[in-house]
């Protein structure tokens, strides 16, 4: 048992800070979502196929200023993927999801 304990360790810190931990959504912890730090967010995890801003339409992803999914099916999807877009349950935390939708939606009609 301590051998297991161990070598998660040793693995959690080969494997850095996970992403929960690095792009943290607030300036205070459990405060509200800074717009830019959601924004860093974004930039580093969804820009890469969706473009800084939403428009890109790299490897089938849809263009995010047409979109019209509900802010609910937007968390949705982000939290489990679909076809291509990798899901983020497990690497995000819910409260950067649901930040992640609310960005996503300003990216509407602009
Ligand atoms: C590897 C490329 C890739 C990444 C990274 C990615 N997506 Fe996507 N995204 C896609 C693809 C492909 C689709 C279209 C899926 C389909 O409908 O088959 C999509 C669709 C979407 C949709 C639905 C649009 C609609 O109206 O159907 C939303 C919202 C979305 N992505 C948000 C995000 C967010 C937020 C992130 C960052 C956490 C992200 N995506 C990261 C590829 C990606």
Redesign the pocket.
């Known amino acids: 048992m301590f051998a297991f304990v161990a070598l998660a360790m040793i693995i959690v810190q080969c494997t850095g800070k996970s992403s929960k931990e690095k792009y943290p959504i607030s300036t205070t912890p459990g405060g509200p979502p800074d717009p830019l730090l959601v924004k860093k ?2 930039d580093n ?6 473009g800084f801003d ?1 428009r890109q ?8 200023g ?4 509900s802010r609910d ?2 968390i949705t ?2 939290a489990d ?6 899901p ?1 349950k497990d690497v ?1 935390g819910p409260e950067q ?1 649901a930040a ?2 609310d ?2 939606l300003t990216l509407r009609s602009k």
């Open positions: 967010l974004y995890k969804c820009a890469i196929c969706h939403g339409q790299y490897a089938g992803a849809k263009d995010l047409a979109s019209t999914l099916l937007v999807q982000i993927g679909k076809g291509t877009m990798p983020q995000l999801i992640l939708a960005f996503v």
